[in-house]
């Protein structure tokens, strides 16, 4: 009977540790599936966002596919830390895309603006004021949303398991040294100035129509002016502006 029961209870023993590891198993297999799906969300992203031209991307997939959670708990944390922050400097830069390609700012000096907005030129004037101060804005900010100081803070508060967090920066970050080349960076910075001082030469031919008012006319889509001093500084501003665009274009 004592040999049975010593059994019967080393039987018991192994079926509990069997059930034990069987759980463990289970739970680091759930754990790595789930790490798995957050990696595959990541490439689904990546695909729907590799495009050549950011105007084209499709916003409503973008959306769906960083708007939704397919892992649970800390995995959950961790995907939806990484998908914001995705969709944060994806916005972010399809708006500083959208500021450098306005096609506004090419018809601010028309023969058709004169004439709609002069001789005051407020809507021109208050155009110019916000567009300049959005591009500074992204002229300061934009290469701050891909350091990885910023990149880190989408997860900061959201939980203070190391593991989670390691597991964030993987997905987020990886083993990159850059983020986005230095030489990227640069151009955009780059076209950013251009065109502000795109914005500020045009400023200041507004400036000259406004100080001159009563003093120019449009005709045959040109502009007239009575005095030649305002017709040479004018007519120089207009060159400074086409040296501009160029410049601006071959980037």
């Not at 729907?48 to 800390?74: C, P, R, Y």
């Not at 023969?111 to 300049?132: M, R, S």
């Not at 030489?183 to 910075?189: A, R």
């Amino acid at each position: 009977m004592k040999k049975k029961g010593l059994i019967i209870g080393i039987i018991i023993a192994i079926v509990t540790i069997v059930i034990v590891v069987g759980c463990v198993a289970i739970y680091i297999a759930k754990g790595f599936t789930q790490e798995l799906a957050i990696k595959e969300e990541i490439q689904a992203i990546d695909q729907i966002t590799n495009v050549t031209d950011l105007q084209t991307i499709d916003m409503e997939a973008f959306n769906q596919k960083t708007d939704s959670v397919v892992t649970t708990g800390d995995y959950a944390i961790v995907e939806q830390a990484v998908k914001q922050y995705i969709k944060d400097s994806v916005n972010y830069t399809v708006e500083v895309n959208a500021l450098l390609q306005d096609e506004t700012m090419t018809n601010l000096v028309t023969a058709e603006n004169y004439q709609t907005d002069g001789p005051d030129f407020v809507q021109t004037t208050t155009y110019i004021t916000e567009t300049k101060a959005k591009l500074e804005e992204a002229k300061n900010e934009f290469s701050n949303m891909f350091t990885e100081e910023k990149i880190m803070s989408y997860i900061d508060g959201k939980t203070d398991k190391q593991k989670f967090i390691d597991l964030y920066k993987e997905v987020a970050i990886g083993n990159q040294t850059e983020l986005i080349p230095q030489e990227e960076l640069e151009t955009v910075q780059s076209s950013l100035d251009d065109v502000i001082n795109i914005l500020n030469i045009e400023q200041e031919m507004i400036d000259l129509l406004k100080n001159n008012s009563g003093k120019w006319q449009i005709q045959n889509d040109m502009v007239m002016f009575s005095s030649n001093d305002a017709l040479t500084e004018y007519n120089s501003l207009v060159g400074q502006l086409q040296t501009a665009a160029m410049q601006l274009s071959l980037k």
